[in-house]
Each structure stands twice: as structure tokens, then as C-alpha cells.
């Protein structure tokens, strides 16, 4: 419902309102908060922050043969809190399919565009703007890539084909979505991350980059609460994420994967050693419905992590991701994170609060447009949680 406002009641009302913020700035000195506190510009000024971004990416290259420090008992030290927000995108966009990598300028420059297009706020796209709340990724300590995908292999940079078993379970869940009545059920409600029950990183790699390519703000967010933290102890070690506190405890005593009857939301997850690097493989994920598994990979994926620290604030991280019966061959990534203040904030992710009717009502409307044109509704749960 409209609400009209006579035209000199708007024209005093931001006469007001300018007068104000205008005594307010000529009270506070430049860069400090009202409260006297100072601001940091990185966290207000999108062109600092890129101009901070491209500092710390010279300034952290890997250093060659770099040894990191030892535990008490042996084990090199990549404990940490880790920042795994990025902007580059997890398959190559089409525009760079001849380009596997930037220069360090053009690297510098492909965030900058990205980090404008995620510091922009749409009115007419009804979202949170996370930035009010510095959750933004240029918000946070982010550094440019050289690599134009995460994936790296394919050397094409992108997800190999599905599997005929792959492509018919695709088919399948978009016509059973097709034959829902949105008024009954939504799709969204499928996903666990909506409902509060896993974080965005349930059952799949720490860094999943844009898929394919950043061409609005939704599409170049980098993502929000992007923290992990490494502990580690004689014998295993701990990841534990942000979004939704989910914990993988990686056992790294030689100890072996459970039957294949045993099932876990977040895998299972033995590691080793192989010099600096810790690998982790992650096997007997969930087989429910709807799963949780990573581009829709079945109960029989198996991913294969690589953590190696390559100078004091960097983590270089690798995965690759193998399921037969979803992909005819297995795929790679590799990219670097930086290592960050200790210290991370709670994902409060709950349900049945205001975001839960807002997210179900929206769902409902758009499934019944994409379903009334004869377009595919999608394969993937909803993007967000309530929080």
C-alpha cells in the first residue's frame, strides 16, 4: 500500500534532518564517531579498504620453503583464526575463460569493481545490507586473487559435467519443485542453513567462492560471518566455522573412517601429515533428504583438503572433490586466506522469528512467477538464515 506525503511535509522534514547531521560532523572531529571513539576507514570507506587489500596482498606473498612453526609435540603450528571470505568466483567466468591469471594490477583492479558492486545497496532488492553491521567481506581484512577461479582444475576452470546419474537427479528435483503448489511447501524451507540446523559450510569445502560469476550485488557478495579457527592437539585437530558453530573434529592419530553405515552431517574427517601440510580426507556424509552436500554431491563424496601455511598470516588451502555418481571426474580449487585477530562472533542464527514468514511469503510468490513461465525454479535450497 502506497502512502502519500504532502511535498512540504518531505521538504522539512530532510531540511531537519540535514541540519542535524551537519552539527553533529562540525562536533566530531574528522574520522572519530560521535562518541569520541575513531572509526576505522576500512570499515566505512570501501576505497580504503581496497587501497589497505592491495597493501597487505604485496606485502603476504608465500615465502619459498617456508617452515611453520612446531607444537610441543612435533606437529606444525597452523592454529588460527582465519578469514575465508572471497570475491573470486568459483568457476571461471566466461569473460576470462583464456585467462587463468591476473597481473598483480589486475588483480588489484578486478576487486575494486567487485568490492563497488558488494558496497552498493539497491532499494529495490529487499536484503539485508550487511554492511551496516560490518559483515561486508571488504569490511574484513579480504585480499585480492591472482587467479581468476578458485577452481584449478580443470584447467578450464570449471565444474566438470554431471554424470547421466547427476543430470537425471537435477531433472528430478526441479520437476518435483515444478509440481509443488508454492502455497503448500516452499524450497526454501528445504534447506538446513535456512532453518537454523547447519551453517553455510555443512558438508562442504571452507571457501566456495561465486558461482559462476559476480555480475550483481547478490552475486558478488562475499560472504558474511566468513571466520574459521584451527585448534589442534596431540592427535587431532578442530575446525570450527561461522555460520551456525558447526565443529569438525579431524582425528590425526592413523585412526580410520567409520563403516559406511555411519552417517554425519558435516562427514567424517581423518588427517595426516605430509611435511608442513595437513590433509584431511572427509568421507560417510549424510545420505538424508534434502542433503546438505556441496553442488549437490551425494552421500559418497569424498573431499580431500590440503592446509599449508606459506608465511606467517597465510593459509594456503586446497580441496578436491570426487563423486562418481555426480561428476565424471574430480575437480580442484586452490586459494589463500589470511590470518586474522583471534577471535570470533557468534553466528546467532535462530527460526521463527520475523525472517522465517518474510523468506517463506517471498519464496511462494517467486516460485509461482518462475513456475507460471515454464522456467526452472533451481536445484539448490535458500541462500540465507533467519537471523
Not at 528435483?173 to 547447519?198: F, G, N, Q
Not at 570450527?240 to 574427517?269: A, E, F, M
Not at 595437513?278 to 538424508?288: A, G, Q, Y
Request: net charge neutral.
Amino acid at each position: 500500500m502506497r502512502i502519500r506525503v504532502p511535498l512540504a511535509i518531505i521538504v522539512v522534514t530532510l531540511a531537519v534532518a540535514i541540519g542535524w547531521a551537519a552539527a553533529v560532523v562540525a562536533q566530531s572531529p574528522s574520522g572519530f564517531a560521535s562518541s569520541g571513539a575513531k572509526v576505522d576507514q576500512k570499515v566505512v570507506d570501501p576505497q580504503a579498504a581496497i587501497k589497505a587489500a592491495a597493501a597487505a596482498f604485496r606485502q603476504a606473498q608465500p615465502i619459498p620453503n617456508f617452515a611453520a612453526p612446531k607444537k610441543p609435540w612435533g606437529d606444525p603450528d597452523i592454529s588460527g583464526t582465519y578469514l575465508v571470505a572471497t570475491y573470486t568466483p568459483l568457476q571461471r567466468p566466461e569473460r576470462l575463460k583464456d585467462k587463468p591469471l591476473f597481473t598483480q594490477d589486475e588483480a588489484v583492479n578486478e576487486l575494486a569493481r567487485v568490492i563497488g558492486q558488494d558496497a552498493e545497496v539497491d532499494p529495490r532488492n529487499v536484503h539485508y545490507d550487511w554492511k551496516e553491521y560490518g559483515m561486508d567481506g571488504w569490511q574484513s581484512p579480504i585480499r585480492p586473487s591472482l587467479r581468476t577461479s578458485l577452481i584449478v582444475d580443470p584447467p578450464d576452470g570449471r565444474i566438470p559435467p554431471l554424470t547421466a546419474e547427476g543430470q537425471k537427479r537435477r531433472a528430478d528435483r526441479a520437476a518435483a519443485a515444478r509440481a509443488r503448489a508454492p502455497e503448500v511447501s516452499v524450497r526454501t524451507l528445504a534447506s538446513t542453513y535456512t532453518r537454523c540446523i547447519t551453517g553455510n559450510a555443512a558438508g562442504g569445502p571452507l571457501v566456495r567462492g561465486g558461482n559462476p560469476d559476480p555480475v550483481n550485488t547478490t552475486g558478488s557478495e562475499a560472504g558474511v560471518t566468513a571466520e574459521i579457527e584451527i585448534l589442534q592437539s596431540p592427535g587431532y585437530a578442530a575446525i570450527i566455522t561461522q555460520s551456525g558453530s558447526d565443529v569438525r573434529i579431524v582425528s590425526t592419530n592413523g585412526s580410520k573412517h567409520p563403516p559406511s553405515n555411519v552417517r554425519l552431517w558435516l562427514g567424517d574427517s581423518r588427517g595426516h601429515w605430509e611435511g608442513n601440510t595437513l590433509v584431511v580426507e572427509t568421507t560417510n556424509f549424510n545420505d538424508k533428504t534434502p542433503a546438505t552436500n556441496f553442488q549437490g554431491s551425494t552421500e559418497d563424496l569424498k573431499m580431500t583438503e590440503r592446509f599449508t601455511l606459506v608465511n606467517p598470516t597465510t593459509l594456503k588451502y586446497e580441496y578436491t572433490m570426487e563423486d562418481p555418481h555426480t561428476w565424471t571426474r574430480p575437480w580442484s580449487v586452490e586459494t589463500f586466506v589470511p590470518r586474522i585477530p583471534a577471535g570470533m562472533f557468534e553466528f546467532a542464527c535462530h527460526e521463527s522469528n520475523y525472517g522465517v514468514m518474510n523468506v517463506v511469503k517471498g519464496a511462494q510468490i517467486r516460485e509461482k512467477e518462475l513456475i507460471d513461465k515454464g522456467l526452472p525454479i533451481g536445484a539448490a535450497g535458500g541462500a540465507g538464515g533467519a537471523q
